[in-house]
């Protein structure tokens, strides 16, 4: 068995060459980190690390014990960010997406290219667009409820979205909506175009009506993209950072905590590499069972 393994390996050995310059970098900077960050998990490490002392568990022990930035707020935060965030996404893409396919395909492009542009501009540029629209005094949003009169219509006066405890992970929330819906609308766009026009054609011989064809035809045809979408916005959204770090640094009253977050400012702030990498590992293990659920209920449907 294991000549015959090595035989086919020689045999195939120029798709492992072609393949190398993408494992490689995994390897080294993907897959060795993680290893790297399971390990220190479970020492005590600081900056000094002739001073590491090897503590098995006692790391994640204080996370869930000790650590309230941690357990009180950034790990529920996170779990409430994502329910926001991610059903949101997945609608709004797949409504858009509706929309635009039928359109002509200039058009198309047109809208692709718009929604798609956030996604390579960069959260950093993004994030503080948004932090000149949510500013209270001068903030573009705060000017368009005056002139409505909402803020009038509410007996309020303008509102520090950042700044309150109620609003601002729900704005925080919005910021990331906005740079993320390009890359779920682009894959369903690319699904849309490979539904038989025949499946819809019969539908109308047989009477269904627009709403029926899409919930009987394109809504179970788009599931295994469904699934995808899901399950890489929920890793992502899971390891938002860039947004907390820019806008809030997880205040006011650590309301915008998360848990990436709190493993930074552990790491780059308190140099305690150790309950970082713990925090880590506890994100790790989070993802793995969230996604184990979501393809053991969502993938069942699905003929590959």
Known sequence: MQKSLFRRIWEERWAYVFIAPAYI?????????LVRGLWLSFYDAGVN??????????????????DEAFYKYALPNTFYFVLIVVPVCLAVSLFLAVIIFPLPSRVQSFFRFSFYMPV???????????????????????YVLDVLGVL???NTGKIG??????????????????????????LYLAALGQIPEELFDAAKVDGANGWQQFWKITLPLLQPTTLF????????????FVVVWLLTLGGP??????????????????YRFGRAAA????????????????????????RY
Request: net charge positive; proline share 3%.
């Open 25 to 33: 970098p995994f390897f080294f900077f993907v897959l060795w980190p």
């Open 49 to 66: 690390r002739a001073q590491w002392k090897f503590i098995g568990l006692d790391n994640f022990i204080w996370l869930f014990t000790k």
């Open 120 to 142: 390579v501009s960069g959260g950093v540029v993004l994030a503080m667009v948004w932090a000149w629209i949510y500013n209270r005094d001068y903030g573009l949003l705060n």
């Open 152 to 154: 009038r219509w509410f």
């Open 161 to 186: 979205w950042l700044a309150l405890t109620e609003t601002a992970l729900p704005a925080l929330a919005v910021v990331v909506i906005s740079w993320t819906i390009g890359q779920p609308l682009i």
């Open 229 to 240: 979408n899901m399950v890489t916005l929920t890793m992502a959204v899971f390891q938002v």
């Open 253 to 270: 009253a650590n309301a915008t905590q998360t848990i990436v977050f709190r493993m930074w400012e552990n790491a780059f702030t308190f």
């Open 279 to 302: 925090m880590g590992t506890v994100l790790l293990i989070i993802g793995i069972i969230i996604a184990f659920f979501q393809f053991k209920f969502f993938a069942r449907e699905i």
